[in-house]
């Protein structure tokens, strides 16, 4: 199974694997590290691994036994899935992991195993726990039991109580090094690795993600737009009205922000007969502040304000910030 896994979820699972045959996998687990990085699909290899009949001794669960066919179909009794659920109240998801479902999980754990083999609970996302669910997990940590194994997952973990994240040992998610994400990309085809790469800072779960949405074309778009504007040569209002049109308007938002970041990041390499060092760190600033105001419009569009006047004022804010930086006077609002 693990072939089909990147390296770096291979590394994860092997290691898990290595600690369990050595009879040194803990009570409690923690699967921590950036998102789509692939520490769901690990945890639930190990949870397959640990719940399979036939493995002794193997690194991976057979797929065949009555445990593997259970868990498989949803309904193995050994298994628990602890994750956001629907407030009865509100027909909400809700946003964190509450109480109620932890103390159930300490009532399941407190019964005895089926199969009688190993039981096994997966909570995603582990870092949206509140503040009393958290406490309730304690206990459960707090009394550990042989064949009783705990699998959290987050993106989050410093918003998990240190009390807890003490009683897990980790398993940390980090980007690859480059060339390895390279070669996985391009391994998975569908565009130019090295461009999506490169646009996601070297995450290739988040490249792998806009290689398959075709968003490689939407950043490029963005790019051009932000160039148009800042020339003055596009209107603020018309690109804000196309930016806002569909559903892509906060991954444009987020690619406008990090090429601001980027064309900043260049500034502080740029040479030096380009500029004027003066120049240079007013343009950097400005450039970082409207990284910031971008990714604060970006939450913005979660909310109910007007979305394209939000963004027009982005646009306005770019264009005086590159009239700026070729020594013009900003423009009055409302003219283009
Ligand atoms: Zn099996």
Not at 229 to 248: N, P, Y
Not at 263 to 278: D, I, M, N, V
Not at 323 to 333: K, Q, V
Request: aromatic share 4%; net charge positive; hydrophobic share 45%.
């Amino acid at each position: 199974m693990s072939e089909a896994f990147s390296p770096w979820q291979a590394r994860a699972l092997d290691g898990a694997l290595d600690a369990l045959a050595r009879g040194r996998l803990g009570h409690a687990t923690l699967l921590r590290g950036p998102e789509r990085l692939g520490k769901r699909a690990v945890a639930d290899a190990l949870a397959r691994r640990l719940l399979c009949t036939q493995a002794e001794g193997a690194q991976q669960a057979c797929g065949a036994c009555r445990g593997c066919r259970l868990l498989a179909s949803g309904t193995h009794p050994d298994f628990r899935m602890v994750t956001l659920e629907v407030n009865p109240n509100t027909d909400k998801l809700r946003t964190e992991i509450v109480i109620e479902q932890i103390r159930q999980l300490g009532e399941w754990f407190a019964l005895t195993s089926q199969f009688g083999g190993a039981q096994v609970a997966l909570i995603d996302p582990a870092d949206q726990l509140n503040v009393a669910a958290a406490n309730a997990l304690l206990k459960t940590l707090e009394e550990p039991s042989q064949d009783r194994y705990l699998l959290l997952v987050g993106s989050r973990p410093a918003r998990l109580p240190a009390t807890i994240r003490s009683r897990c040992q980790s398993i940390e998610f980090r980007l690859p090094p480059h060339a390895e994400a390279l070669a996985w990309l391009a391994r998975r085809g569908g565009g130019d690795a090295g461009t999506a790469l490169e646009a996601a800072r070297g995450h290739p779960g988040l490249a792998a993600e806009w290689l398959d949405a075709g968003a490689l074309a939407l950043r490029a778009q963005v790019r051009d737009e932000l160039a148009e504007v800042g020339a003055g040569t596009a209107s603020a209002v018309e690109v804000a009205a196309r930016w806002t049109a569909d559903e892509q308007a906060p991954l444009r938002l987020r690619f406008a922000a990090d090429l601001a970041l980027e064309r900043a990041g260049e500034l502080t390499g740029a040479q030096p007969q380009a500029r004027s060092g003066l120049t240079a760190v007013t343009a950097f600033q400005k450039l970082s502040a409207w990284f910031d105001a971008a990714n604060r419009t970006r939450d913005l569009l979660r909310t109910t304000v007007r979305a394209d006047l939000a963004v027009a004022g982005l646009l306005h804010q770019w264009r005086d910030a590159c009239a700026g930086a070729r020594g013009e006077a900003p423009t009055r609002r409302g003219t283009r």
